[in-house]
């Protein structure tokens, strides 16, 4: 389907506009499987569109973004979300756990969306991983912040996808908390094989990550 | 975890919610469940019970009460007719049988009912233990009536006057069980059947033997039979006023040899042999006679007609419970639904297609109330066995719970669409959502 020289994201000529104003203007940009990239700018330079067209949410007005070698700028809705479901792990900064669901069954939901299957020993390990293993069967509400963070990054990654984007992960998180964050990250992924895309003004990550890519707002670049 | 259940998972969630939508539905289906179940069951045995009767002759009165007691025997009698009448009935050619009742008397709230062996045959009755009677005071208790007071052949009892079981006994004249009948599904399972000349015995006629009596009634009514029918050769209406002359005649003879009362029964139970019995027979009686007759077709239609209008009302109750249960539905969809905005973007972008969502969406409705329906048939039929332990005269009419009607059927699908619709709005929404909105919206 695709060779390992195919760069795993690759975005070109990108620019998105709501009711004729520019949000969003992205330069030339890919990053390899296990290239690991820090995605900056300030508020308002359109940090979060880039990665709803990334992830295939919306359809930018102009441009095309590769996912895996395929243009998911230009599939149609069904296959863009096969596409995400195939390859992109999402991790919001308000977590958006299933609130009805233990840590361990929003897991086994997201894999079987993602996959029509349940592994539940990759599930133990991943929440064994980022040491939730005796909060597993808790309901998000009864979680810390961290906690929830912890268990959203598990999810993110129990379908083993190739890409993972979180979009300002740690932004709520104290130093200490946010570079934790950054490397449990970083460590879950090597684990298991995913590359990270990580979109944030938080420049506490800067030091954890080699590659950044800076956004400017659209305004200033125009 | 799969979204059915994660359609499980969210009714747990607000489970309290999802316990007082239930309730909603479960109370709706149960009352229509009692109707249909109450309301079939009754005009069935309306039906089973009156089968074969074209006609009922008795004492001038209301003819549903006539009908009701005699053949129903649920209602007091509207009074005595004189015995002749038999003779002058069964003269008739376009009348195929003509059946007896005497009424009055019972036993522990058991009506003892004198009259002929053909009263059981009429309903297909069966001796299942012991023989029919062959003489009078002896009985043949209809299956119900041996089961509840357990008794057998041979043994005595003690009949008393009056329908309610407290009037005074007559304790010189016992009755013996002869006879124990196989169940029916009928009236007759809750009677007890002796010959007419027993009841007469009781009340202090001369009792006679009951082959006597009837030879005697025989011999009475013989003359009369071939009078009458000479008479009918002759001419078709003139007949029945001699008849009833000639009847008056030979029962003031039988009174004065026996010393006391004319002869009576209570009612009788007509079959037509042809259908032009039906034209000319009730107006004849109802307009020439002292006596009423009345078709046990028009009482019941008329009967149930006027109890339609009340359980039409409680039926139209019931749907707009229901329908308010559908509501209720909708509206704890809609707003649960408001709430999970995000949780449903959420879902999107973990991959899952809008059609699996909406199907999602539509299950939790449906499962509400597929839980609603099925809870409010047991609930239903819980009423019915209840109410049928509870209220003899239930019983007596045959109610039963454990019997299901295609109708409640019915009731289970209408529920369970009505779910699937209230939920059917919310879940449409799912393919208008624009994901990225709905993320940057709800936090």
Redesign the interface.
């Known amino acids: 389907m695709t060779t390992t020289a195919e760069p795993l994201i690759e975005v070109r000529d990108l620019r998105h506009d709501i009711a004729g104003r520019c949000v969003m203007a992205a330069p030339a940009f890919t990053a390899l499987r296990g290239e690991h990239t820090l995605l900056l700018g300030p508020s308002g330079s359109g940090k979060?569109?880039l990665i709803?067209v990334i992830?295939g949410?919306?359809t930018p007005s102009s441009g095309e973004v590769k996912i895996d070698g395929t243009v998911m700028s230009a599939l149609p809705a069904?296959q863009r979300?096969?596409l995400?479901?195939?390859t992109i792990g999402?991790v919001?900064q308000?977590l958006?756990l299933?609130?009805?669901?233990s840590v361990r069954?929003?897991l086994?939901?997201?894999q079987?969306?993602?996959l029509g299957r349940?592994d539940s020993a990759l599930i133990d390990r991943l929440i064994a991983q980022v040491g939730l293993t005796h909060r597993a069967d808790a309901r998000p509400r009864e979680l810390s912040q961290g906690e929830g963070q912890r268990a959203a990054i598990a999810r993110a990654l129990c379908a083993q996808p190739a890409l993972v984007v979180a979009d300002e992960p740690t932004s709520a998180l104290d130093d200490a908390n946010a570079v934790a964050m950054a490397d449990l990250l970083l460590e879950t992924a090597e684990a298991t094989g995913a590359t990270l895309l990580i979109a944030t003004h938080d420049n506490r990550l800067r030091e954890r990550f080699s590659r950044t890519f800076t956004l400017a707002a659209p305004g200033v670049s125009a | 975890m799969t979204l059915a259940g994660l359609s499980l998972a969210y009714l747990r969630d607000r489970a309290l919610n999802t316990a007082l939508n239930i309730l909603l539905l479960t109370l709706s289906v149960a009352t229509l469940v009692i109707l249909v179940l109450f309301s079939s069951q009754l005009s069935e045995r309306f039906e089973r019970d009156a089968r074969g009767i074209d006609l009922v002759v008795g004492a001038k009165g209301s003819p549903l009460q006539l009908i009701l007691s005699s053949i129903y025997q649920v209602d007091v009698p509207t009074g005595n007719i004189p015995l002749a009448t038999v003779e002058m009935l069964r003269s008739d050619p376009t009348v195929a049988e003509v059946i007896p009742l005497a009424l009055g008397d019972s036993f522990r709230g058991y009506r003892i009912v004198g009259t002929e062996a053909a009263y059981i045959d009429h309903f297909g009755g069966t001796i299942a233990q012991g023989q029919v009677f062959t003489g009078n005071y002896q009985a043949v208790l209809g299956a119900q009536v041996a089961r509840q007071t357990g008794a057998g052949l041979g043994q005595k009892f003690i009949g008393s006057h009056g329908l309610s079981g407290d009037g005074h006994a007559h304790e010189e004249t016992p009755y013996e069980v002869v006879g124990i009948l196989a169940p029916t599904g009928t009236v007759l399972d809750r009677l007890i059947i002796t010959p007419v000349g027993s009841i007469w015995a009781a009340h202090g006629f001369t009792p006679p033997a009951a082959e006597g009596a009837a030879e005697d009634h025989d011999h009475a009514g013989h003359d009369h039979d071939t009078h009458a029918h000479d008479d009918h050769d002759h001419d078709g209406d003139g007949q029945q006023d001699h008849a009833a002359e000639d009847h008056d005649h030979g029962a003031e003879g039988e009174h004065a040899a026996h010393g006391s009362g004319e002869l009576e029964v209570t009612a009788l139970l007509i079959k037509y042999r042809s259908s032009m019995a039906a034209v000319r027979l009730p107006s004849f009686i109802n307009k020439q006679t002292q006596l009423q007759a009345a078709a046990p077709a028009v009482e019941m239609t008329r009967l149930l007609s006027l109890l339609g209008v009340g359980i039409d009302a409680i039926r139209a109750f019931a749907v707009l419970l229901m329908a308010t249960s559908g509501l209720s539905i909708f509206v704890a969809l809609y707003s649960a639904l408001r709430q999970r905005e995000g949780d449903m973007a959420m879902l999107r972008v973990m991959g899952a297609r809008p059609p699996a969502i909406f199907g999602h969406i539509v299950l939790e409705g449906v499962l509400l109330a597929a839980a609603g329906a099925l809870l409010g048939v047991a609930v239903g039929h819980g009423v019915v066995a209840v109410s049928a332990a509870t209220f003899p005269q239930l019983q007596d009419m045959g109610l039963t719970a454990a019997r299901f009607e295609p109708a409640e059927l019915l009731i289970v699908l209408a529920a369970i669409s009505m779910g699937a619709l209230a939920a059917l709005i919310p879940a449409l929404k799912v393919f208008r959502v624009d994901i990225a909105k709905t993320l940057a919206d709800t936090r």
Request: proline share 0%; charged share 15%.
């Open positions: 979060t569109t709803n992830t949410l919306i069904a979300d096969q995400r479901r195939r999402v919001f308000t958006r299933i609130g009805a669901l069954q929003n086994a939901l997201a079987t969306l993602a349940n």
